[in-house]
């Protein structure tokens, strides 16, 4: 049996809409029915178009609203027309409307990439919790990029079927970027030979920790005059007031030249599923210095960098220093991160998540008339079926 997979995602942009091309696209050079349901702006419709995967356009915003019941009838007519075998939501927007679309009628799998708990105060986490152990009932296995998202899920009595399929790097791509590496990128970016700089990755946000960042900087060039910090990522959030040394180039075609650049790479998140960031970091061969959430902690190994508390600028700026102020340990460290990173190959990663959605695929057929199954009579969007669907 070929699988029919459709892919539903929201995020559109940073590390899962990265996770879900990959995903998408090794599946259906697998010979597989694939698609993606996604909103239509963002880089992921650029992505999937390029590697030719079906796009079927559902609008959904980010987060939920008074919208949200509207997403949740576009996206069941989606799947009441594409009739996939499986259905794999991407990220808490993505899980919340497609189980309460389909309601248990096809065999879900359900990607977190960070639970949505993390996101929120008290009164919205306790929410997040109780509608993730309600929706459960409507997962048939949830897919965590990381041993500690399954363990998350485990303390916040999530019931149901766990499975850990790490995210993963594509060595092919980022590899380890040694001294005329790291020559050539400072002088395509105006950067000198000597200048200690640090680059921190990622959507300029609260997630991502990037204000901790420029609080540490004041003191990182106490110790280390004349060091940079660069942020890479496009804005969302400010981070507060400029300081000196700091730079902001936004979001950058491709991030490994800034990588090359680095002497240390800084990811000072609040939460995470699994970095990507942090992977393409450790493949390029640099040490890095991450806060100790899960998601990073899960892949920060010996003697590859520094783990410091979540929001402590001054551990953060203690570590940063360490490094800028000793090159054999950033050589060191940039070596181990390295061979380490090839316990993350994305060739692998995709191996799994195959294995796992074709044996949820052969688990059993169920009705997947959504019409028959929710009482809609709506043949919604033509482009499911100019996707060949």
């Not at 969302?236 to 240390?264: K, Q, S």
């Not at 890095?288 to 520094?306: F, I, K, Q």
Request: hydrophobic residues 50%; proline residues 7%; aromatic residues 4%.
């Amino acid at each position: 049996m070929v699988p029919r997979v459709l892919h539903v995602a929201q995020p559109v942009e940073g590390g899962v809409a990265v996770a879900v091309e990959q995903v998408a696209a090794d599946q259906r050079a697998r010979g597989w029915q694939v698609a993606v349901a996604c909103p239509g702006t963002g880089s992921l419709p650029v992505a999937l178009l390029r590697r030719g995967v079906p796009h079927l356009v559902w609008p959904a915003r980010r987060a939920p609203g008074l919208r949200t019941v509207a997403e949740i009838r576009s996206l069941r007519r989606i799947v009441d027309l594409a009739r996939p075998d499986v259905l794999h939501l991407h990220s808490s927007k993505a899980s919340l409307a497609g189980r309460l679309a389909v309601r248990g009628a096809v065999p879900t799998l359900v990607s977190p990439h960070g639970w949505s708990w993390l996101a929120g105060g008290p009164v919205l986490a306790t929410a997040a919790r109780a509608w993730e152990r309600h929706g459960a009932r409507w997962t048939d296995l949830c897919v965590c990029v990381g041993p500690g998202e399954a363990g998350l899920a485990v303390e916040a009595a999530i019931p149901g079927a766990l499975a850990v399929v790490r995210n993963g790097v594509d060595l092919t791509r980022y590899r380890p970027a040694g001294p005329a590496a790291r020559r050539a990128a400072r002088a395509a970016l105006a950067l000198g030979p000597d200048d200690p700089v640090a680059v921190c990755v990622g959507r300029v946000c609260r997630q991502k920790g990037q204000d901790v960042a420029v609080r540490a900087w004041p003191a990182v060039r106490a110790a280390v005059p004349g060091a940079r910090l660069v942020l890479v990522g496009e804005r969302h959030d400010t981070v507060g007031p400029a300081e000196a040394g700091i730079a902001a180039v936004g979001e950058v075609g491709d991030v490994r030249t800034w990588l090359a650049a680095a002497d240390v790479v800084v990811l000072p998140s609040r939460w995470e599923g699994l970095s990507l960031a942090l992977l393409e970091a450790l493949a390029t061969g640099r040490p890095v210095v991450a806060s100790r959430v899960p998601g990073l902690a899960d892949a920060v190994g010996e003697g590859t960098g520094a783990l410091v508390p979540p929001e402590d600028e001054a551990a953060l700026a203690s570590a940063v220093v360490a490094r800028l102020h000793d090159p054999r340990r950033r050589v060191a460290e940039g070596a181990a991160a390295a061979a380490h990173a090839r316990d993350f190959d994305l060739r692998h990663a995709l191996d799994h998540l195959a294995a796992v959605t074709a044996a949820a695929a052969s688990s059993g057929a169920r009705s997947t008339d959504l019409r028959r199954t929710t009482g809609v009579d709506d043949r919604g969007p033509s482009a499911v079926r100019a996707a060949g669907w």
